[in-house]
């Protein structure tokens, strides 16, 4: 088979398209022939060796965590799906299982990729609904699962005053529209954004310049600082507003200057918010979507992670594989 492929640590120009044996289901796991799939940080940082004293990663390494496709085969011991389902969902790499999750993992051989074998039992992969097209159903998964437990975990009032730091990326732009429903929304991003973003729901547009901060926000949602750079965003809480961030490392307090902030760091790899099917279920209500930025074929996936790495991208990039 055909697969993106990073053959040592390295930056994603060094990522080659080449042909791989195509991975086997072993029992309890699914076979997929991938539709398309879409691109994450993990994507860059794991083969970067960002973590290799953590996790050693074994090459050739098939980078994808998001996906859609049909399933091809079904290993021993499989009942919840059968070939030719359409399904969809989010696996991290094999290499990296301490970091998956309890009981249910969502593991995968990578999913840039013409077929890739996933994990059947697991919240994280779910039957793709017929109005959900491949496209959409790539672009959704780690960014639909990201803001459902972000907005469960922020306690947004209705009409409260919110920041979202970091837009105009996956988890932003889709973060944006739920958001808006029930709060004022001022987001950061460049002005060539600005429209799109006001489309979102955004009230207020502003640059990535903490002087451009509001001040006495409600609620602050980080997207994309590192989590030890997050001082500027806490400063412009009021006192007791709450600060949601998703990013590593892990903001300690302390870190933050000041002590009446209500930190809320959110990581739900067990699936405590609800999985994939809450979420084409939410997508299905037209609460949640992914904006699709930039389309690519499997031959363009390496260029598709070195444009994530490298350039300013508007919503989430997506690689077309069949």
Do not use: C
């Amino acid at each position: 088979m055909k697969a993106v492929v990073a053959n040592d640590y390295g930056p994603p120009e060094t990522y080659t398209v080449t042909e791989i044996p195509a991975p086997e289901p072993g029992p309890g796991q699914i076979q997929v022939r991938i539709a398309a799939a879409s691109v994450n940080p993990a994507d860059v940082r794991i083969p970067s060796g960002e973590f290799r004293e953590q996790f050693a990663l074994p090459f050739p390494h098939v980078p994808g965590n998001d996906f859609a496709g049909t399933v091809s085969e079904v290993g021993p011991g499989v009942t919840a799906y059968a070939v030719g389902d359409e399904v969809f969902g989010f696996a991290v790499p094999r290499a990296i299982r301490a970091m998956a999750g309890g009981e249910r993992p969502s593991l995968t051989t990578g999913a840039l990729a013409e077929y890739a074998v996933f994990e059947a039992d697991t919240p994280f992969i779910a039957v793709r609904p017929q109005g959900l097209g491949v496209e959409a159903a790539a672009a959704l998964p780690t960014v639909g699962l990201t803001v459902r437990a972000m907005l469960a975990s922020a306690d947004v009032e209705p009409g409260a005053s919110a920041l979202v730091v970091g837009a105009t990326g996956g988890v932003g732009t889709a973060l944006l529209p739920a958001l808006a429903a029930v709060a004022k929304v001022t987001a950061t991003g460049r002005p060539e954004d600005a429209d799109r973003l006001r489309e979102l729901g955004a009230a207020e547009v502003i640059g990535y310049d903490a002087a451009e901060y509001p001040s006495g926000v409600d609620i602050a949602f980080n997207v994309t600082l590192p989590g030890d750079r997050l001082a500027d965003v806490a400063a412009a809480l009021r006192p007791g507003g709450r600060l949601v961030t998703i990013t590593f490392p892990v903001t300690q307090p302390e870190w933050l200057g000041r002590d009446d902030v209500d930190l809320r760091f959110v990581l739900d790899m067990d699936g405590k918010f609800g999985g994939m099917r809450e979420v084409a279920e939410a997508a299905g209500r037209g609460e949640l979507a992914a904006v699709i930025g930039r389309r690519y074929m499997l031959d363009e996936g390496p260029q598709a992670i070195a444009d994530f790495a490298r350039r300013h991208t508007f919503g989430k990039l997506v690689v077309r594989v069949s």
